[in-house]
């Protein structure tokens, strides 16, 4: 099992491109969630989904989308990129209401 | 609301010494607690975690940590540190909801270990 794999691992964007971060797990997890990860700060949940068309918002989800059209995949989608989007993104899923596993991130630059 | 709690922002420890990582959390009923490590450019990797039962719980890479409910503390520890150890620990709090279990993060520990 690969278990949790990222697309990118690093990016930079121009203020207001937009761009969608790649998630994808192959333990059959129906758990998914997206984090962000900024310095000194602890990780924040911006999205979640319990299962394949269902979504909800974490703590910090505004500027971000998501969708869940199969149990695999979890993009989640930057519209108008900010600065303050700068941060590393780490996305996690779980099989049931307990251990989450992490991918190794992805680290974006907005300038 | 939950949240967690790690008053040490760094450590430095002699290699071969002990370690003791605190965590405080706030949380209206049985927490779930973990630990997670996160080495330089990785993602985060499970040490261990409680859920009920036993309050010492055994984790990976020699590491334990024990849930004190009337200090409302998970703290881990380690007898005999390596260099591999250093890295950044987290502590964590699930809330277990019918959205799943939503992790609240402490801000973390940055473990500088000395040879």
């Known amino acids: 099992n690969a278990g949790v794999t990222q697309t990118p691992k690093f990016r930079i964007l121009k203020i207001g491109q937009s761009m969608t971060l790649q998630c994808t797990q192959d333990m059959n997890h129906n758990y998914m969630y997206w984090y962000r990860q900024d310095p000194g700060m602890g990780l924040k949940l911006i999205y979640y989904s319990v299962g394949a068309g269902i979504t909800d918002k974490g703590e910090v989800p505004n500027g971000y989308n998501v969708s869940r059209s199969t149990t695999e995949d979890f993009p989640l989608r930057l519209e108008l990129a900010a600065p303050s989007q700068t941060s590393v993104y780490f996305c996690?899923?779980?099989?049931?209401?307990?251990?989450?596993?992490f991918g190794p991130g992805t680290r974006l630059l907005v300038l | 609301a939950q949240s967690v709690t790690q008053p040490d922002i760094h450590i430095t420890v002699s290699e071969g010494a002990s370690l003791e990582l605190r965590c405080n959390y706030s949380y209206g009923a049985t927490p779930y607690l973990f630990w997670y490590v996160q080495s330089p450019g990785q993602g985060l990797q499970l040490l261990l975690k409680y859920f009920s039962g036993d309050t010492l719980v055994q984790g990976i890479k020699g590491f334990e940590a024990e849930f004190k409910r009337s200090q409302s503390s998970f703290n881990l520890r380690k007898p005999s540190v390596h260099w591999s150890d250093a890295a950044e620990y987290f502590c964590a709090v699930g809330a277990v909801t019918g959205g799943g279990n939503k992790l609240t993060f402490g801000t973390g520990t940055q473990l500088k270990v000395e040879l």
């Open positions: 996690a899923s779980s099989y049931s209401l307990e251990t989450q596993y």
